[in-house]
């Protein structure tokens, strides 16, 4: 069984230009989760889809960050225009809701952005 | 906002040593997960801890969930080089809208030098 991919692996951006950042999840998982880590700090949660409807979207820094999930299958997560601030790893994990509470998320290797 | 205070952020030890990375928040959690992390690589899960003062133990990786669930341990025994890399925590977090959104700590760079 495939794992979690993300595509591309590096993407080397100039401020102010646009960015599109895919994530494939494991096959007939339902929940797909994009997360970002900035240099120096902790992995943080951007947003949650089940299936293709947004379950929670707190953690997206601003509107200038776009994710879609058309067909409750692969992800795109946008970014336009690209800041500085923007550059880090962006990961993205999926998952199927196990038992008694708990569960797991499958993580992808992650796409590194850096915004020059 | 819930934070995990994660302790070392760096090690470096010898082969055959033991060692404990601890993850401490003023949150309560649901379940507490313990990742590790190559380079160039997503995280993969370790272990997840759901009951207060709970024990769970893989070869020589000994995680503890503390009794308030706000707090969480990783021992290694006799720590090996392959033992080496990046290792997380992370707290099932507060929901909304029935998400479970993972908080993580900033991870604790282990290496384990033969």
């Known amino acids: 069984e495939a794992g979690v991919t993300q595509f591309p692996s590096h993407s080397v951006i100039e401020k102010g230009q646009t960015v599109t950042l895919r994530c494939d999840p494991i096959s007939g998982h339902d929940n797909l989760y994009w997360y970002r880590r900035v240099m120096g700090k902790e992995i943080k949660f951007l947003l949650h889809f089940v299936k293709e409807s947004k379950q929670d979207e707190s953690g997206m820094p601003n509107n200038r960050f776009l994710a879609e999930r058309t067909g409750g299958t692969y992800s795109t997560l946008k970014v336009q225009p690209a800041e500085l601030e923007d550059s880090g790893v962006y990961f993205c994990?999926?998952?199927?809701?196990?038992?008694?509470?708990?569960?797991?998320?499958?993580f992808g290797p992650g796409t590194r952005l850096t915004v020059t | 906002t819930q934070l995990l205070e994660q302790s070392p952020q760096f090690l470096s030890i010898q082969e055959g040593e033991n060692l404990t990375v601890y993850c401490n928040s003023s949150?309560?959690?649901?379940?507490l997960q313990w990742y590790r992390q190559e380079p160039g690589e997503g995280p993969v899960l370790l272990v997840t801890?759901?009951?207060?003062?709970e024990v769970k133990k893989l070869k020589r990786l000994t995680f503890q969930f503390g009794d308030a669930r706000k707090d969480s341990s990783l021992h290694i025994t006799a720590a090996q080089p392959g033992d080496t890399g990046l290792y997380l925590c992370?707290?099932?977090?507060?929901?909304?809208?029935?998400?479970?959104?993972?908080?993580f700590g900033k991870g604790t760079k282990l290496t384990v030098n033969p």
């Open positions: 949150s309560v959690f649901s379940s």
């Open positions: 994990a999926s998952s199927q809701e196990g038992g008694q509470g708990t569960y797991e998320q499958y």
């Open positions: 992370a707290g099932v977090g507060a929901t909304q809208g029935g998400s479970e959104k993972l908080v």
């Open positions: 801890v759901v009951t207060g003062g």
